[in-house]
């Protein structure tokens, strides 16, 4: 009963900037850690950027110094802030969520159905 919704891919040019969000919703009762991962044709899934209660965010290193990932607890809401980007960004993104959906339930992890971006001239 929990759902993750992506938004805000699209085709950009070299050097362009995009901000995909996620939205979940659904039965939930806290959620733990949330993160980006993109899979680009031929290749596996990676991690993009997680987002944890622990401390400062984790970046893939080709993330570090053009992507931000932050979210909003009150909207259950993920952004991922993509500048400088380049041709090998391009890839479907999927969202990530750790979630509990009661007191008595077990954590589980839910995906989002991906959002595509493609930079191109």
């Known amino acids: 009963q929990v759902q993750l919704v992506e938004s805000g891919g699209d085709l950009v040019q070299p050097g362009g900037s995009l901000r995909l969000s996620c939205t979940a919703s659904?039965?939930?009762?806290?959620?733990?850690?949330m993160g980006w991962y993109r899979q680009a044709p031929g290749n596996q899934r990676e991690l993009v950027a997680l987002?944890?209660?622990?401390?400062?965010?984790n970046y893939a290193e080709f993330a570090k110094d053009r992507f931000t990932i932050s979210r909003d607890n009150a909207k259950n809401t993920l952004y991922l802030q993509m500048n400088n980007l380049k041709p090998e960004d391009t890839a479907v993104y999927y969202c990530?969520?750790?979630?509990?959906?009661?007191?008595?339930?077990?954590?589980?992890?839910?995906w989002g159905q991906g959002t595509q971006v493609t930079v191109s001239s």
């Open positions: 990530y969520a750790s979630v509990r959906t009661s007191s008595v339930s077990a954590t589980r992890a839910y």
């Open positions: 659904g039965s939930i009762f806290t959620i733990y850690n």
């Open positions: 987002s944890t209660s622990r401390g400062n965010p």
